[in-house]
């Protein structure tokens, strides 16, 4: 830190009391890449225990069937 009268100069390490050091980044960057990585073994296993094609079966519909609407 250097004065000048008044005036106070400082580098930025100095003005925000601390080292900068770029931890929060790694934090980001792991964080990130476990989430990708869960999401993907979510994701595969989830399609590899679905069924290949499942067929519906109408009885198990939950709306009622439609009606044409009558008129013209």
Known sequence: ???HGEEVEMNTEEAS???KRGIVRYVLV???ALAIIALSIIWMTGA???P???TPN???SLSEPTVPPEGN
């Open 1 to 3: 830190m250097i004065k």
């Open 17 to 19: 009391a601390g080292q």
């Open 30 to 32: 792991i964080s990130t």
């Open 48 to 50: 590899a225990t679905a």
């Open 52 to 54: 290949e094609n499942p």
């Open 58 to 60: 109408p009885e198990e």
